[in-house]
């Protein structure tokens, strides 16, 4: 599902016309992506937990020269998901 089927989808469920469903869905998203850039958590309560990780610098390989590398350490954005949601992408039956 991309992005306009999921605001569609909402809009069927809801009756809300399509543009105050895209509104609303690109306000949560960017305060989300905003909120975990500034380092804070995002919990949607048995949905998940949107927050910021560091990854360690480390040695790489390029695979193209086999030259060894160093790759930096960097922030990255993660994505938990909680337990209603693990439950019931389990029992999908």
């Given at each position: 599902?991309?992005?306009?089927?999921?605001?569609?989808?909402?809009?069927?469920?809801?009756?809300?016309?399509?543009?105050?469903?895209?509104?609303?869905?690109?306000?949560?998203?960017?305060?989300?992506?905003?909120?975990?850039?500034?380092?804070?958590?995002?919990?949607?309560?048995?949905?998940?937990?949107?927050?910021?990780?560091?990854?360690?610098?480390?040695?790489?390989?390029?695979?193209?020269?086999?030259?060894?590398?160093?790759?930096?350490?960097?922030?990255?954005?993660k994505f938990r998901a909680g337990e209603k949601f693990k439950r019931a992408?389990?029992?999908k039956k």
């Amino acid at each position: 599902m991309i992005k306009p089927e999921l605001i569609q989808a909402i809009a069927n469920k809801t009756r809300i016309p399509k543009n105050k469903i895209e509104l609303v869905v690109d306000t949560m998203l960017d305060t989300i992506v905003n909120e975990v850039k500034d380092g804070e958590k995002v919990l949607i309560s048995g949905f998940g937990v949107f927050h910021l990780t560091q990854r360690k610098a480390r040695s790489g390989i390029n695979p193209n020269t086999k030259e060894k590398i160093q790759v930096e350490g960097m922030q990255l954005p993660k994505f938990r998901a909680g337990e209603k949601f693990k439950r019931a992408v389990r029992n999908k039956k």
